[in-house]
């Protein structure tokens, strides 16, 4: 078992940044794929990015690309991400999550946090 307890998301100016971070406990942190991904109300849950268990190699959904940065810290168990000019369109409920393999497929994701809530005001 892997728990996941996000943190960092709140409420925005477009254009502005946030930091979310995602604390891991539980089995081995630094054997799993970690990923974010999104859920905006009404829409289906999509892929942010992954981080391989090195922390070498990533991935980004195109919503992302160019101004959000995965990064993780075997140490602290912890995984981040960094979001840049922030815009409206970014308004979701954010999620980290474990994997055994990279991909960007949620159902491949058997263990996931309660999400955080990011606004991005116009």
């Known amino acids: 078992q892997v728990q996941l307890v996000e943190s960092g998301g709140g409420l925005v100016q477009a254009g502005g940044s946030l930091r979310l971070s995602c604390a891991a406990s539980?089995?081995?942190?630094?054997?799993?794929?970690m990923g974010w991904f999104r859920q905006a109300p009404g829409k289906d849950r999509e892929f942010v990015a992954y981080?391989?268990?090195?922390?070498?190699?990533?991935a980004y959904g195109d919503s992302g690309k160019g101004r959000f940065t995965i990064s993780r810290d075997n140490a602290k168990s912890t995984v981040y991400l960094q979001m840049n000019n922030l815009k409206p369109e970014d308004t979701a409920v954010y999620y980290c999550?474990?994997?055994?393999?990279?991909?960007?497929?949620?159902?491949?994701?058997?263990?996931w946090g309660q999400g955080t809530q990011v606004t991005v005001s116009s």
């Open positions: 981080i391989i268990w090195s922390g070498v190699g990533t």
């Open positions: 539980g089995r081995t942190f630094s054997s799993y794929v």
């Open positions: 999550a474990a994997s055994g393999r990279a991909t960007a497929t949620a159902t491949a994701y058997a263990y």
